[in-house]
């Protein structure tokens, strides 16, 4: 297998990973479409908020596999082709992406689905532990501050190029594709959740994990 091929097959199983939609398949195990309760969002948030956190967890961490998965398996073969370290950064930063992108826009679902939160967690698990701790940094501090958890998740979207251009420029080795990576899924963030930005502003937003119990 050449590099080439490697990456594009990288590529293809991240957004496949990502694409598998954990919420709703949660949802519909219990005779629900979780798209028609809570935010109507299929992520995990929504997932704890409608389904309560015994489903909602576990979908929280299915969210986080799926974005680390792609990542690991992209090192494994684009390594075997001999390529660089560099591109081997590189692969497995467009594997992550394909992720998040699967999850935001998951073909299984008319290509709608969630914020990507989780799943870009998992992926910083897998190329950045500093971008990952920027992000939960944020996210816990505006989460216990404000008890918005899409505050919070906006707060960790800026949390981890942040955490990532501290990082690098405390090491004096800049890597502008992860820096990229970490900037593009920000702005997608705020994209993603600028409805909940509305809510805020209106003060009508749902406080974090209050369960809403939806009629069957």
Not at 99 to 110: E, K, N, Q, R, S
Not at 195 to 208: F, H, M, P, V, Y
């Given at each position: 297998?050449?590099?080439?091929?490697?990456?594009?097959?990288?590529?293809?199983?991240?957004?496949?990973?990502?694409?598998?939609?954990?919420?709703?398949?949660?949802?519909?195990?219990?005779?629900?479409?979780?798209?028609?309760?809570?935010?109507?969002?299929?992520?995990?948030?929504?997932?704890?908020?409608?389904?309560?956190?015994?489903?909602?967890?576990?979908?929280?961490?299915?969210?986080?596999?799926?974005?680390?998965?792609?990542?690991?398996?992209?090192?494994?073969?684009?390594?075997?082709?001999?390529?660089?370290?560099?591109?081997?950064?590189?692969?497995?930063?467009?594997?992550?992406?394909?992720?998040?992108?699967?999850?935001?826009?998951?073909?299984?679902?008319?290509?709608?689905?969630?914020?990507?939160?989780?799943?870009?967690?998992?992926?910083?698990?897998?190329?950045?532990?500093?971008?990952?701790?920027?992000?939960?940094?944020?996210?816990?501090?505006?989460?216990?501050?404000?008890?918005?958890?899409?505050?919070?998740?906006?707060?960790?979207?800026?949390?981890?190029?942040?955490?990532?251009?501290?990082?690098?420029?405390?090491?004096?080795?800049?890597?502008?594709?992860?820096?990229?990576?970490?900037?593009?899924?920000?702005?997608?963030?705020?994209?993603?959740h600028r409805s909940n930005i509305q809510r805020l502003l209106a003060g009508t937003e749902s406080k974090a994990f209050t369960k809403k119990k939806p009629q069957p």
């Amino acid at each position: 297998m050449t590099t080439t091929t490697a990456i594009i097959l990288s590529i293809a199983s991240g957004y496949l990973c990502g694409s598998v939609p954990f919420g709703y398949l949660a949802g519909k195990l219990k005779g629900i479409d979780i798209r028609q309760h809570g935010s109507g969002n299929i992520g995990a948030t929504n997932a704890i908020r409608v389904l309560g956190k015994g489903i909602g967890i576990p979908v929280f961490i299915l969210d986080m596999v799926k974005g680390w998965l792609p990542v690991w398996l992209a090192a494994g073969w684009i390594a075997q082709t001999g390529a660089t370290v560099e591109v081997i950064s590189i692969g497995k930063v467009l594997a992550g992406f394909a992720a998040v992108l699967g999850h935001m826009f998951t073909f299984w679902l008319g290509f709608k689905g969630g914020k990507g939160i989780a799943t870009t967690g998992g992926v910083l698990f897998g190329i950045s532990k500093a971008g990952m701790l920027g992000g939960w940094i944020g996210f816990l501090t505006f989460l216990f501050a404000f008890r918005y958890v899409s505050l919070g998740s906006l707060a960790a979207a800026v949390g981890v190029p942040t955490a990532m251009a501290i990082q690098m420029y405390r090491e004096g080795q800049w890597d502008f594709v992860m820096l990229g990576f970490g900037i593009v899924v920000m702005i997608l963030a705020f994209v993603r959740h600028r409805s909940n930005i509305q809510r805020l502003l209106a003060g009508t937003e749902s406080k974090a994990f209050t369960k809403k119990k939806p009629q069957p």
